[in-house]
């Protein structure tokens, strides 16, 4: 009965892709609250997943707001990555010249640490949300060049051949091959710019906020307010994941071609 | 239909040296014939497909596409690479009608020529499917369908079926032999494979390695159309044999890979 069988195929993928890890998450939290309360470790040293929740939920709006600003600093950051990123990949591969020029430049601000970088910015544009954005644009900016840069020269020779003897303009060379073809690797530099763009935020309301979710970490930890600062930390790494998750879905929709052999 | 005349390409590498990629090309290709290109690797076959279709500026002499001289991209050329080049992001169909796009022409148009286009290559059916569902021969039969789709006067072909197996290959020759007949395009065809030139050709053009000159013409004077069995015949054994020779007195050493 191949009907049956396949059927049944579907069910131990699923149970191999969700369940497993699921289970083990679950089994995972359960043994921490156990080993927590069964030792008697103290709160402020390692709080149990169940009291991580409650302080967490007993500021619930307060939390909410400090996630939000965080949210709204990473994606503001990351856009202006998108925005400024692109068309600089685009003139590093349209011209040698430029290219020669820009690269260095590029990689001494990716080289000067970036945790060094914010207080500086700090001083410059004080203690509200746009430090914040730069210190995410400045980390997720990097990989967004580079990846797009590599995806804009992946198309083969042949296939620019094949336009130009055409008589094809720069514009149809881009629109037509390069752009599309740059796709890919423009969504492996999203993927990885996404998560660093998470940190960057967080690295910047480090040096100095009043806002956002490390802040609130930075706040909690000082009045040994442990939980809520595992509960902060929790929240960015549901945010990174679940930002993550959205280039990924949106990777899949748009080249759904990719990583298929030809 | 395409004349070359003293064309030279002349390379200066960075340091200045100056490479002689070609030297004193002459050859005059008629209209609707089929003319290979058989040489060893590096001798500048691709160079002189690039100059011809207006890709690769001539050092010196001239091509002339009746009697006007190529001065940039020909827009009635079509070309076949040894590797199918399909944009993965497009289907077969919309990979057919690429060149109408890129030409400007209206859609509406060509459509039907790409479906029949298709349909005589075999791919009848696989209009939406996306490229990597194709076998690479299939791949390839789509991208002979659009170096046809704007009706070009030329087909230009640079080792069109060098990547495909002994059977596809031969596969390959016969349908383009059919299309050949069906639509008479001057064919412009490179190859390592001196068989299949003589069984594809009208003339076969002998290309000798670095300083790349022409060694020798040799017509091809088997009957048409052409058959599988034609290969098995005395006489095409004697031009297979007369050109290896050509190569080999040229070169010193055979670097020609007969199938």
Known sequence: ?262 | MIRIENASKIYESRDGDKVHALTDINLDIGENEFVSVVGPSGCGKSTLLKMIVGLLPITSGRILFHGEPVRGPRTDVGMVFQEPILLPWRTVKQNVMFPVEILRRSDRDYSAEADRLLKTVGLGGFERRMPYELSGGMQQRAAICRALIHDPAVLVMDEPFGALDAMTREDMGAELLRIWQQYRKTVVFVTHSIREAVWLSDRVVVMTARPAKIADVVTIELPRPRTTKMQFLPAFGSYVEKISATIARRDGEVVLCQD
């Not at chain 1, 995806?151 to 020779?157: D, Y």
């Not at chain 1, 336009?163 to 990885?192: E, N, W």
């Open chain 1, 1 to 262: 009965m191949p009907g049956l069988s396949l059927s049944r195929r579907r069910i131990t993928d699923a149970v191999q892709e969700w369940v497993r890890p699921v289970a083990a998450l679950i089994l995972l939290i359960v043994a921490w609250e156990a080993v927590t309360k069964l030792l008697n470790v103290p709160v402020w040293l390692i709080p149990a997943p169940s009291e991580i929740v409650a302080a967490t939920f007993e500021r619930g709006t307060e939390v909410l707001f400090h996630t939000w600003v965080t949210f709204y600093e990473t994606l503001l950051g990351f856009a202006l990555a998108i925005v400024l990123g692109v068309p600089l990949a685009v003139a590093v591969v349209h011209s040698k010249s430029l290219s020669n020029t820009i690269y260095p430049l590029i990689l001494v601000t990716q080289s000067i640490p970036k945790v060094a970088f914010a207080p500086i910015l700090l001083i410059w544009f004080g203690y509200g949300d746009f430090p914040k954005i730069l210190v995410a644009f400045l980390v997720a900016f990097f990989p967004i060049v580079v990846d797009t840069a590599t995806g804009l020269r992946s198309p083969p020779p042949q296939a620019i051949d094949l336009a130009r003897q055409l008589a094809a303009s720069d514009f149809q060379v881009y629109t037509k091959i390069r752009f599309p073809s740059a796709l890919p690797h423009f969504f492996a530099g999203l993927k990885v710019a996404i998560t660093l763009a998470v940190i960057g935020a967080v690295i910047g309301e480090f040096v100095g906020a009043e806002s956002g979710l490390g802040f609130l970490v930075i706040e909690s930890t000082s009045h040994f307010k442990t939980p809520l600062a595992f509960g902060a930390m929790m929240l960015l790494a549901i945010m990174s994941m679940v930002l993550f998750a959205v280039v990924a879905i949106a990777e899949r929709i748009v080249c759904p071609w990719y990583g298929r052999a030809s």
